[in-house]
């Protein structure tokens, strides 16, 4: 069975850094692209950040970009969201999820395995 356990969350003020960590294990990593989502209190989940097989390629929602940076490290099985210059409205539950396929769409009905998440709090 596929598990993916995410890491990495707690609270910190505006304008902080945070690491997320996300390890899969029950099946090949390296076969899969990965992605990071976050769902706010009160609203539907939304896409972050995706990286593909090799982890040579990386596709954000724009208002992360630049902010935000996804990477895998696939002989330890695990993706990392960086988290940098963090603002109130990124206070979340941020899930990793993974998919076979890289190309496509990223809304969240397309993963085939998640994590249960970790909460990050960013306050003012």
């Known amino acids: 069975q596929v598990q993916l356990v995410e890491s990495g969350g707690g609270l910190v003020q505006a304008g902080d850094s945070l690491r997320l960590s996300c390890t899969v294990s029950?099946?090949?990593?390296?076969?899969?692209?990965m992605g990071w989502f976050r769902q706010a209190p009160g609203k539907e989940r939304e896409f972050v950040a995706a990286?593909?097989?090799?982890?040579?390629?990386?596709y954000y929602l724009h208002s992360m970009k630049g902010r935000f940076t996804i990477s895998r490290d696939n002989e330890k099985k695990m993706v990392v969201l960086q988290m940098n210059s963090l603002k109130p409205e990124d206070t979340a539950v941020y899930y990793c999820a993974t998919r076979k396929s890289f190309i496509g769409s990223w809304l969240p009905h397309f993963m085939e395995y998640w994590g249960k998440g970790t909460l990050v709090t960013v306050s003012s």
């Open positions: 990286i593909d097989l090799s982890g040579g390629n990386t």
């Open positions: 029950g099946r090949s990593f390296s076969g899969y692209a």
